[in-house]
């Protein structure tokens, strides 16, 4: 699994996987930066491995090594739970058809960094979250499962991303569960 961020969506995959709910088990953790996500990875019990772009002469030096940090976990699965950069074409090439991204709002409304900001912004009053296939545009590809979160009166970005994450957490799994369908039954998720 790929996190930048608290790893809320790593460990309630983890945990679900553990419990049988999911067909496979998570098998590393890699971030792109130090944070909580890691360190909630690391109580787990998992192999976790920092790549930051600040370490590498060059972009494409970086994206080369995140792409041989989870190619040797030999993942069949690649999840994106948060994870705050464009991954590189040579990484959405190799794991192509086996990488998925979780994303807070109902794509293709509100990509980008900021999804739960401007569905506020925009008024909307229904937003919710996406998990889909990851292509080489972003926040882009074909979906695998969608649930909507109502915005309620009052609700700030926070309030809102809460709620949202609540159904992430569930969400995640079930997600997981589509694509492994057809997968071998044992697979290992990274
Ligand atoms: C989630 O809302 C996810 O959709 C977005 O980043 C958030 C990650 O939350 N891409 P967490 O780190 O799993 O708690």
Request: net charge negative; hydrophobic share 50%.
């Amino acid at each position: 699994m790929l996190v930048s961020g608290t790893g809320s969506n790593m460990v309630a995959l983890v945990r679900a996987a553990r419990a049988g709910e999911v067909p496979a088990r998570v098998v590393a953790v890699l971030a792109d930066r130090p944070c909580p996500g890691l360190e909630a990875a690391a109580a787990e019990g998992l192999p976790t491995v920092v790549v930051e772009p600040r370490r590498w002469a060059s972009r494409p030096e970086w994206d080369d090594a995140l792409l041989r940090a989870a190619r040797a976990h030999e993942p069949d699965l690649v999840v994106c739970a948060g994870f705050m950069r464009v991954l590189g074409a040579a990484f959405v090439d190799a794991f192509a058809g086996r990488l998925i991204n979780l994303h807070p709002s109902l794509l293709p409304s509100f990509p980008g960094a900021h999804a739960v900001r401007d569905a506020l912004a925009a008024g909307v009053t229904i937003t919710g979250t996406t998990v889909h296939f990851v292509d080489h545009l972003v926040d882009h590809g074909p979906i695998v499962a969608q649930e909507e979160v109502r915005i309620e009166p009052g609700d700030t970005e926070a309030s809102l991303h809460e709620r949202v994450k609540e159904v992430e957490r569930a969400l995640l799994p079930r997600a997981c569960r589509l694509v492994l369908g057809s997968a071998p039954a044992r697979a290992r998720a990274s």
